[in-house]
């Protein structure tokens, strides 16, 4: 009787211990998805901001004709939002990246000073980078600036003489003029041109450098995109 109970504890403890070896309490439990609807991550719209649009943007870079060159980066940042069908596509913040692409010192007989610049590529708030190409189009206060920004986005200098004021005044003399140059010391020399009366032009308005350009740091201006840019929304 004795043996009998023995042998029957044995085999529940050879049988728990079974059990136990079984059960795996770190074992993952499998994931249902019991409403049958998708887990992904729904894909976001993309808006296409057309060409030709303009940019109200300010150049976070300082520029100026005598002192960078060419390949110095540029850099801008959007300040006003730009509309696609009633949504905001390129928001205020965003960044555009570019560099100069041509520029030319001031030089004598009032030779004005050009700068040329690309932007070519936006980052949004988001992270997103997208390529473009894009020019200067206009600035806020081109007077205030004492520049001339052209079709091309090439900023120039003003003239603060008219070569051609200057070269009438000597047709008009013709053979009758008698011109003189008389040297002033190492500031430059006189032309006396008695036309009637005495008429006299000082020969530095004629070696006198032209204006260079200069841009200062957060310059408000408009830039214009030459080709379509497509930006994923929401950003």
Request: proline fraction near 7%.
């Amino acid at each position: 009787m004795m043996d009998l109970r023995r042998a029957a504890g044995v085999v529940l403890v050879l049988a728990f211990t079974a059990m136990a070896q079984d059960y795996n309490p770190s074992a993952p439990l499998s994931h249902r998805n019991t409403t049958g609807e998708s887990t992904s991550v729904p894909e976001r719209l993309t808006l296409t901001v057309p060409a030709e649009t303009e940019v109200r943007v300010q150049v976070l870079s300082g520029i100026h004709s005598r002192i960078n060159h060419v390949n110095d980066p540029v850099v801008a940042e959007v300040l006003k939002p730009v509309f696609v069908e009633g949504k905001i596509a390129l928001p205020p913040g965003s960044l555009l990246d570019g560099h100069i692409t041509m520029i030319r010192n001031a030089g004598h007989m009032h030779r004005s000073g050009e700068v040329g610049m690309r932007f070519d590529r936006i980052t949004l708030p988001d992270g997103q980078e997208k390529p473009v190409a894009a020019v200067l189009a206009a600035l806020e206060h081109p007077e205030m600036l004492d520049i001339h920004l052209d079709q091309e986005g090439r900023l120039t200098g003003n003239r603060s003489t008219s070569w051609k004021t200057l070269v009438g005044g000597f047709t008009a003399l013709g053979t009758y003029g008698a011109m003189k140059i008389a040297a002033v010391g190492s500031a430059g020399a006189t032309l006396a041109l008695p036309l009637g009366g005495a008429a006299l032009i000082s020969y530095e308005a004629f070696w006198r450098r032209g204006r260079e350009v200069n841009l200062p740091p957060d310059t408000q201006c408009r830039l214009r995109l030459n080709y379509p840019l497509t930006v994923h929304f929401p950003w």
